[in-house]
């Protein structure tokens, strides 16, 4: 079974550009994150899809950062513009909700860097 | 606000020496995620904890979780070099939710 895909694995782009991410998750997962991980830390929740529907972005900086899930599958992660503090590695992971039981398998992660 | 706190946060091993992390937590939860993270590499599940008492064990890593005191462990047996890496706790609300993690733990084992 193929694991969740993420491109571009690696971008460095200069303050106030844009970047984009792009998110394929396990086929048949209704369920898709976009988590951010700063160097050093845990990751955090940015935004949760439910199929094509979004259930929590209360941590997503709407301001620059956008998300969408066309046809509750692939998923893109919009930045615009891009500050310093945006350098981090984005995580996209997906899962299966069956009953009490999920596991979110995460993808390989696309490191950005904002210079 | 619900937080997840780890200990220690780098952990330093001879080879074949014994070990445990500490996940504290802070709200009521009953579904307790570890994982593993390579340098440069994604998450990795290794358990998922979802009742008081439960105890789960995969070679040398050993994971428990005691819900009353909001407390989960990872006991390290004998380690060995290929343990090398850093070790995520987290915690969800239920099937559904979002994981909140802990800052990890960054395991270096020597010989």
């Known amino acids: 079974e193929a694991g969740v895909a993420q491109s571009p694995r690696y971008k460095i782009i200069e303050k106030r550009q844009s970047v984009a991410f792009w998110c394929n998750p396990i086929?048949?997962?209704?369920?898709l994150y976009w988590y951010q991980q700063i160097l050093g830390q845990g990751p955090k929740l940015l935004i949760q899809?439910?199929?094509?529907?979004?259930?929590?972005d209360s941590q997503l900086p709407k301001d620059r950062f956008s998300a969408e899930r066309l046809k509750g599958v692939d998923s893109t992660l919009k930045i615009q513009p891009a500050k310093l503090e945006d350098s981090a590695v984005y995580l996209c992971?997906?899962?299966?909700?069956?009953?009490?039981?999920?596991?979110?398998?995460f993808g390989p992660g696309t490191r950005l860097l904002v210079l | 606000e619900l937080k997840v706190e780890q200990n220690p946060l780098f952990l330093s091993m001879q080879e074949g020496k014994n070990y445990t992390i500490y996940c504290n937590y802070s709200?009521?939860?009953?579904?307790l995620y570890w994982y593993r993270q390579d340098p440069g590499k994604s998450l990795e599940s290794l358990f998922v904890?979802?009742?008081?008492?439960a105890v789960k064990q995969e070679g040398r890593l050993m994971a428990s979780l005691d819900t009353k005191a909001r407390l989960s462990t990872l006991h390290i047996t004998a380690a060995v070099h290929d343990l090398s890496a850093t070790y995520f706790c987290?915690?969800?609300?239920?099937?559904?939710?979002?994981?909140?993690f802990g800052k990890g733990t960054t395991l270096s084992v020597s010989s």
């Open positions: 992971a997906s899962s299966l909700v069956q009953g009490a039981m999920e596991t979110q398998y």
């Open positions: 086929s048949g997962h209704a369920t």
């Open positions: 899809f439910q199929n094509n529907g979004v259930v929590d």
């Open positions: 709200t009521t939860s009953d579904r």
């Open positions: 904890l979802l009742s008081n008492g």
């Open positions: 987290a915690v969800d609300m239920g099937a559904g939710t979002a994981l909140i």
